[in-house]
């Protein structure tokens, strides 16, 4: 399985940014898809996940009520989108797929596979 991560860019704090994963496979039975970021000098972290069917959802805690999570599951596509950014924000984004299941899909070795990654740039 690709994945393949669009949407990054650089942007002002306040702003939005919307990133696009798009799989080349049926995504229906992945138990969950997720995405994760990694800045530099830190390790990566799961920041938004969603289970298979769509409705239970995870956020970490410092993107909670700004980032939101979706996976259309007949287009075999996450997004994520990304509300009043701030520069803290700032890391490359990554979208990753829990193909065997885990049920852990709030940490980074419950994935089995990721995308190559899209910059995210928020300046003050």
């Known amino acids: 399985v690709q994945l393949v991560e669009t949407g990054g860019g650089s942007v002002q704090a306040g702003d939005s940014l919307t990133l696009s994963c798009a799989a080349s496979?049926?995504?229906?039975?992945?138990?969950?898809m997720g995405w994760a970021r990694q800045a530099p000098g830190k390790e990566r972290e799961v920041v938004a996940a969603v289970r298979a069917s769509g409705g239970n959802r995870w956020y970490a805690g410092s993107v909670e009520g700004r980032f939101t999570i979706t996976r259309d599951n007949t287009k075999n596509t996450a997004t994520l989108q990304m509300n009043n950014l701030r520069p803290e924000d700032t890391a490359v984004y990554y979208c990753?797929?829990?193909?065997?299941?885990?049920?852990?899909?709030?940490?980074?070795?419950?994935?089995?596979?990721w995308g190559q990654g899209t910059q995210v740039t928020v300046s003050s």
């Open positions: 990753a797929a829990e193909v065997d299941y885990r049920g852990t899909y709030t940490q980074t070795d419950s994935y089995d596979y």
């Open positions: 496979a049926s995504i229906s039975r992945y138990y969950a």
